[in-house]
């Protein structure tokens, strides 16, 4: 039986990461994964290719605005098959990448479905056969797989989850999308960008249900200007599949039902944590509400055992995921490694515009009691946006009074998901709006818009 010091089932943005720092800590390490390639979700099937789309999405529509700057480029069309052909392009690229650095680290990846066996134990299971093998330390990154509706199975042709969204052969001519977080806005701004008339329905009375309201209500308007039909506080109560599309009745909170036809339906209303036949009863680890409980550093109540990413409560993030496995990797070396900071993830919805937070929305912020200063500034008076037609959206920052410490933001428009990076540093730090002010940023750039709100966070705004 081989045996190593650690090993990791799963090997995504958490599984993979956590292997590569194992090793360079000087673990012999084994990561288990069902796919040949390793990547997850994420660089397979989600935020890779999802990206890929959303870059051509957004590029076809700054070609819309190309004659009002002057260039003459003539009407853009969409070749979706070459449009495909980059996306996998991209991901295979990243894959062999990924594949590469473990191979350099000297990490063994073993091909097959890894299982707890208990008392230190795994079984990888392959075309092969079966295996055993020992670690003294076991890490579980198996992710996620997304939730079907009870009542709306997946059929993979009509019905569909992310997986297939992300892979048509043609733009659906009417898209049903259910589930308005920040997988479905995406995937609907997409197919929206490339010629399907797109309707979104949510349950709850807000796009992006438990962020920041303020953002929400300004990214529902931005989109439904562009031509997306979003339904709050709305069901799909049924679908049928049939030879004219997808006959589905919506219910609204209030009203009577809504029935259409939809060329397809894609359900988006969250994933599932990935935990069967991880042999987590035999091990000891316990489960509750579908996920592993962990403390800050992922180590689970079975000694030796880890978990990290989509298997844990919390964001399903592809970057807590590897925030959490190197948190572990570096615990499971015996090193004393600050855990993973629960109120500095940020979270990223890449449409147009991009929207993107971290720390605490107002809201939160009140119903804790806490005496806070709401501070704006538009991207409608930064002349880096003017220059670039972005100018929709605003930074928000959310600052306690007393000492003006940063407890949140929320940034909605050009290069959010970038901009938001400067922010989740202040939520980290727990930097102030004095200090963000008086940090010297670079003019014209996007970022100022932060250094702006910070100023008006100190009641000087300069610029607006």
């Given at each position: 039986m081989r045996t190593f010091d650690i090993a990791i089932i799963g090997a995504g943005p958490g599984g993979y990461v956590a292997a590569i720092r194992a090793a360079q800590l000087g673990l012999k390490t084994a990561l288990i994964?069902?796919?040949?390639?390793?990547?997850?979700?994420?660089?397979?099937?989600?935020?890779?290719?999802?990206?890929?789309?959303?870059?051509?999405?957004?590029l076809l529509g700054r070609l819309a605005h190309a004659a009002e700057e002057g260039l003459a480029i003539g009407s853009a069309a969409v070749d979706l098959a070459a449009l495909m052909k980059r996306k996998n392009q991209v991901v295979r690229r990243l894959a062999g990448g990924v594949a590469a650095l473990l191979k350099k680290n000297g990490v063994a990846y073993i091909n097959g479905k890894g299982a707890l066996l208990g008392g230190g134990r795994l079984q990888v299971t392959s075309a092969a056969g079966k295996e055993d093998l020992g670690a003294e330390r076991i890490v579980v990154a198996t992710g996620s797989t997304p939730s079907a509706l009870p009542h709306v199975p997946f059929d993979g042709v009509s019905i569909v989850s992310s997986d297939e969204a992300i892979a048509f052969d043609a733009a659906p001519e009417r898209l049903l999308v259910v589930g308005a977080g920040a997988v479905g806005l995406e995937l609907g701004f997409v197919w929206s960008r490339f010629g399907s008339k797109v309707t979104i329905v949510e349950l709850m009375p807000q796009v992006?249900?438990?962020?920041?309201?303020?953002?929400?209500?300004?990214?529902?308007?931005a989109l439904a200007?562009?031509?997306?039909?979003?339904?709050?506080?709305?069901?799909?109560?049924?679908?049928a599949a049939g030879p004219a599309g997808v006959a589905v009745k919506l219910q609204p909170a209030s009203g009577a039902a809504i029935e259409e036809t939809f060329?397809?339906?894609?359900?988006?209303?969250?994933?599932?944590?990935?935990?069967?036949?991880?042999g987590l009863e035999e091990a000891g680890v316990a489960v509750e509400k579908g996920r592993i409980p962990v403390d800050p550093w992922g180590r689970t109540n079975a000694p030796g055992i880890f978990a990290i990413g989509d298997v844990t409560p919390g964001p399903q993030l592809a970057h807590?995921?590897?925030?959490?496995?190197?948190?572990?990797?570096?615990?499971?070396?015996?090193?004393a490694v600050a855990p993973?900071?629960?109120?500095?993830?940020?979270?990223?919805?890449?449409?147009?515009?991009?929207?993107?937070?971290?720390?605490?929305t107002?809201?939160?912020?009140?119903?804790?009691?806490?005496?806070?200063?709401?501070a704006?500034?538009?991207?409608?008076?930064?002349?880096?946006a003017m220059i670039e037609r972005a100018q929709t959206g605003w930074v928000k920052l959310i600052a306690d009074r007393a000492h003006g410490q940063v407890l949140g933001a929320h940034i909605i428009g050009p290069c959010a998901t970038e901009l938001i990076a400067e922010a989740t540093l202040a939520v980290q730090l727990e930097c102030t709006c004095e200090e963000l002010a008086r940090t010297v940023h670079a003019h014209p750039t996007l970022s100022e818009a932060i250094a702006e709100a910070a100023h008006a966070g100190l009641g000087a705004a300069i610029h607006f």
């Amino acid at each position: 039986m081989r045996t190593f010091d650690i090993a990791i089932i799963g090997a995504g943005p958490g599984g993979y990461v956590a292997a590569i720092r194992a090793a360079q800590l000087g673990l012999k390490t084994a990561l288990i994964e069902q796919s040949p390639a390793p990547g997850g979700t994420c660089l397979h099937r989600g935020c890779i290719p999802t990206k890929a789309l959303l870059h051509a999405a957004g590029l076809l529509g700054r070609l819309a605005h190309a004659a009002e700057e002057g260039l003459a480029i003539g009407s853009a069309a969409v070749d979706l098959a070459a449009l495909m052909k980059r996306k996998n392009q991209v991901v295979r690229r990243l894959a062999g990448g990924v594949a590469a650095l473990l191979k350099k680290n000297g990490v063994a990846y073993i091909n097959g479905k890894g299982a707890l066996l208990g008392g230190g134990r795994l079984q990888v299971t392959s075309a092969a056969g079966k295996e055993d093998l020992g670690a003294e330390r076991i890490v579980v990154a198996t992710g996620s797989t997304p939730s079907a509706l009870p009542h709306v199975p997946f059929d993979g042709v009509s019905i569909v989850s992310s997986d297939e969204a992300i892979a048509f052969d043609a733009a659906p001519e009417r898209l049903l999308v259910v589930g308005a977080g920040a997988v479905g806005l995406e995937l609907g701004f997409v197919w929206s960008r490339f010629g399907s008339k797109v309707t979104i329905v949510e349950l709850m009375p807000q796009v992006l249900p438990g962020g920041d309201e303020e953002l929400s209500v300004e990214l529902a308007k931005a989109l439904a200007q562009q031509g997306i039909r979003i339904l709050t506080q709305t069901t799909l109560a049924a679908a049928a599949a049939g030879p004219a599309g997808v006959a589905v009745k919506l219910q609204p909170a209030s009203g009577a039902a809504i029935e259409e036809t939809f060329t397809k339906v894609l359900v988006a209303v969250g994933r599932r944590a990935f935990l069967e036949g991880a042999g987590l009863e035999e091990a000891g680890v316990a489960v509750e509400k579908g996920r592993i409980p962990v403390d800050p550093w992922g180590r689970t109540n079975a000694p030796g055992i880890f978990a990290i990413g989509d298997v844990t409560p919390g964001p399903q993030l592809a970057h807590r995921a590897s925030a959490q496995g190197l948190a572990a990797a570096e615990t499971a070396a015996g090193r004393a490694v600050a855990p993973v900071n629960a109120g500095a993830v940020p979270a990223c919805t890449y449409t147009d515009p991009e929207a993107a937070s971290v720390g605490l929305t107002e809201k939160e912020a009140r119903k804790r009691g806490l005496d806070i200063t709401v501070a704006r500034f538009p991207f409608a008076a930064s002349g880096k946006a003017m220059i670039e037609r972005a100018q929709t959206g605003w930074v928000k920052l959310i600052a306690d009074r007393a000492h003006g410490q940063v407890l949140g933001a929320h940034i909605i428009g050009p290069c959010a998901t970038e901009l938001i990076a400067e922010a989740t540093l202040a939520v980290q730090l727990e930097c102030t709006c004095e200090e963000l002010a008086r940090t010297v940023h670079a003019h014209p750039t996007l970022s100022e818009a932060i250094a702006e709100a910070a100023h008006a966070g100190l009641g000087a705004a300069i610029h607006f």
